[in-house]
């Protein structure tokens, strides 16, 4: 619990919205036969099984308060998956204003609709599955009572951490398109890059593993972000967030109008021009700064009359009608 209270606040100071935990009876999610994942085997050992590594990692009743409490006092917001119906109906009890599914659930007919009619929002993991059993699952939600329009579909790999070239993170909008759903992304690669290019996809929601330390014991540590880390990413979605939230219609920014005179161009003589001389391509330039006649009337102002005397550099003066014949 002193770890997860560390976690708690360096979550917070990082500027995440949510800290998710997870919410289970560990003899209700796994049997005594079931093994373990490669990764599970790497980072704890093969002499246990998942069983027993798992009921290592149960919270108790009483630390999910201590953890709501803290989440609170940290002001960040308390959030937590549930692994199993007794799970579920024990996080509905403390008041959790959304639910997360996570992958290995998707095809959990039984869960899937003791989830449904809750009215709540629903964030559903769809690791190791492919479109027709997210649509399933999509079915199973709505036919229970869930409003599509509050589910947000995570794309998801369940290795830990995702190999680079098995993200694939195209499929997250496409998941989106098909579905008509909001979409997002459950990040398990081991940097922070593709949770970036996820928003900037338009994902809503992103998942992150962190830790305080990647060499603490434990199965997905190696996987996850250290504080400095996540500061750094939730950093870098918040200035995504900010550069996508425009209106999408081209035109000067507020920011750089007054850059438009300094960095274009106008036209000016090139080199001393008499009242009179006709303007030509010899006698003409275009240079900084831009306020004077722009080039693109740069065809109008040749073969017009100088109606005055003038020196290098200085911009040029036209008025309609001085235009010379024959020139």
């Keep these: 619990m002193g770890v997860a209270r560390k976690l708690v606040k360096a979550a917070a100071d990082a500027g995440a919205d949510l800290v998710k935990f997870q919410t289970f009876t560990a003899s209700k999610i796994a049997s005594a036969n079931a093994p373990k994942a490669a990764y599970q085997q790497t980072s704890t050992g093969t002499d246990e099984s998942q069983l027993e590594m798992v009921r290592k ?32 109906d024990f996080l509905f009890e403390l008041g959790i204003d959304r639910v997360k599914i996570p992958s290995g659930e998707i095809t959990n007919l039984p869960l899937l609709r003791h989830v449904a009619g809750r009215g709540l929002p629903i964030i559903l993991s769809t690791g190791m599955a492919n479109l027709g059993e997210i649509e399933s699952a999509v079915d199973v939600l709505e036919d229970g009572g869930a409003d599509r329009e509050d589910l947000t579909i995570l794309h998801c790999n369940t290795e830990y951490p995702t190999p680079m070239h098995d993200v694939n993170l195209r499929a997250m909008a496409n998941i989106g398109r098909a579905l008509g759903t909001s979409h997002g992304y459950s990040d398990h690669t081991a940097g ?5 290019a996820a928003v900037a996809l338009g994902a809503s929601v992103i998942e992150k593993h962190f830790t305080l330390d990647r060499t603490l014991p434990g199965p997905d540590h190696a996987a996850s972000l250290e504080p400095e ?77 100088a109606q005055k005397n003038y020196v290098p550099d200085e911009m040029i003066e036209i008025s309609s009608g001085n235009r010379r014949e024959g020139v």
């Design 57 to 88: 990692l149960e919270l108790s009743r009483e630390d999910h308060y201590d953890l709501m409490q803290e989440c609170k006092e940290c002001g960040i917001g308390f959030f937590s998956t549930g692994f199993d119906i007794d799970s579920l």
């Design 192 to 196: 922070i890059e593709v949770s970036i």
């Design 229 to 305: 880390e996540l500061r750094a990413m939730v950093r870098s979605i918040r200035n995504i967030e900010a550069a996508m939230s425009g209106d999408g219609i081209k035109r000067p920014s507020p920011s750089e109008v007054g850059n438009r005179s300094i960095v274009r161009k106008s036209i000016v003589a090139a080199c001393p021009i008499s009242k009179g001389e006709a303007f030509t391509v010899k006698n003409l330039t275009t240079k900084r700064p831009g306020d004077g006649v722009s080039p693109m009337r740069w065809d109008a102002v040749i073969g017009q009359v």
